[in-house]
């Protein structure tokens, strides 16, 4: 009997620890500028000194991205500056006037598509960039981020969800990782630690691309060194907005047609649990004549998306169980 008794308690311990380390993931169907101040409130942590706003400005034909009407009032909410950094590639077309390759090209980008008559913006390896530490180097030794990330002491992670043709799904952990990296240590990722300086047109060559596997594992590692960053100085918070989920990014030139009906935004301090908590609402999504996840999970699976939520997870970086907190009731 006493056995028994004691088999229970621990079972019920076990349990209250398990609960005890669920995440809160808030939810709010609506997406609204208000919905964005209203979860951001929720979440209880206040963004202090000088606020970065790491957003994707998306390419300059992507009409997916997180438009500046959406996020304004949040951004002005906490004082924030946009941050973003170049890419590493270019679009193999011809419109240079669609690239982010370079800061020229990128400023013109930034200031079409809107943001610049709202924010001030701050491409953060427009002139350099700066090297922190990583706690998993198996794949990368370093995080090489943009050089002004040092200017900054919290950072809002506001994320758009939706696919990516390498990575499965773009959510927090890429915006962390692959976002906030310059244009070398979008490289040195990608190629999972082989190339540490960009050399343009080879990146995508048999010889400096990483196994996929790595490449997503190198870019938990880089995500948990900017949460690491962060967190040493004012703090971090993460937002994903579930619209215009294409199976492409927003780094894509011409992405390909939103299948998905908008779902909402989601918002937590652990962004594992904020990008599991999105990759369940897209398995749980039905077929219908207007609302189809067939192409998006598909895209994901194919690319073996989920193992950069769960190598985050292995890494300490946050946790898959989470409690789901319905603002809407």
């Known amino acids: ?38 979860i951001y409130k929720a979440l209880g942590v206040e963004a202090k000194g000088r606020v ?3 957003v994707s400005t998306g390419e300059g034909s992507n009409p997916n991205y997180l438009k500046p ?44 598509h809107g943001f610049l008559k709202y924010f001030p913006v701050d491409i953060m390896d427009e002139y350099d960039e700066i090297r922190i530490p990583v706690k998993d180097r198996s794949h990368i030794k ?29 959510g927090a952990l890429k915006n962390l990782s692959i976002g906030c990296a310059s244009q070398n240590g979008k490289a040195y990722i990608h190629s999972s630690g082989k190339m540490e300086k960009l050399e343009m047109g080879k990146l995508w060559t ?5 196994n996929q596997d790595g490449f997503l594992e190198s870019m938990a590692a880089a995500a948990q060194a900017v949460v690491n960053y962060f967190n040493k100085k004012q703090g ?11 199976i492409d990014c927003d780094c894509v030139d011409h992405p390909a047609p939103v299948k998905l009906e908008d779902y909402g935004i989601l918002a937590s301090t652990d ?12 398995n749980q999504q039905k077929v219908t004549t207007t609302n189809d996840p067939t192409d998006l999970l598909s895209r994901i699976d194919k690319q073996h998306g989920t193992h950069t939520i769960d190598h985050a997870e292995k890494l300490g970086l946050g946790s898959k169980r989470y409690k789901l907190v319905n603002l809407d009731k």
């Open 206 to 210: 048999p010889e400096f691309v990483g």
């Open 52 to 54: 970065a706003v790491k």
């Open 69 to 112: 009407e959406l996020i304004k009032d949040l951004v002005l909410e906490v004082d924030g500056t946009i941050v973003e950094c170049n890419t590493a590639y270019g679009s193999g077309a011809g419109n240079e006037q669609d690239e982010r390759n370079t800061s020229a090209n990128h400023w013109k980008v930034i200031e079409r």
């Open 271 to 282: 962004p594992v649990a904020l990008d599991q908590a999105c990759i369940d609402i897209i």
């Open 236 to 246: 971090i918070i993460y937002i994903n907005v579930m619209n215009n989920m294409s």
């Open 142 to 170: 370093y995080d090489i981020v943009g050089g002004h990330m040092a200017n900054y002491d919290f950072m809002i992670a506001l994320n758009h969800f939706k696919g990516h043709p390498m990575g499965g799904y773009g």
């Open 1 to 38: 009997m006493k056995k028994i008794m004691i088999s229970m308690l621990l079972a019920i311990a076990t349990m209250a620890a398990s609960a005890q380390q669920a995440a809160k993931v808030y939810l709010t169907r609506e997406i609204t500028p208000e919905a964005l101040v209203k």
